[in-house]
């Protein structure tokens, strides 16, 4: 339940920052549930990088 509850959050996260940065996106997960988090981490650091950088 709290790798969920995690996931959910930092999709939600990546979602907000993607609507700052003005970022169309689609995020499909990787079906390994150990390389979710790491994958969404990786796309909301892209994220704020288009925001420092824009």
Request: charged share 35%; proline share 4%; net charge negative.
């Amino acid at each position: 339940m709290e790798h969920e509850t995690k996931r959910e959050l930092l999709e939600q996260a990546l979602d907000l920052l993607c609507k700052v940065a003005g970022r169309d996106i689609t995020i499909f997960l990787p079906e390994d549930k150990a390389e979710q988090t790491p994958y969404l981490k990786r796309e909301i650091i892209k994220t704020t990088e288009a925001i420092k950088n824009g």
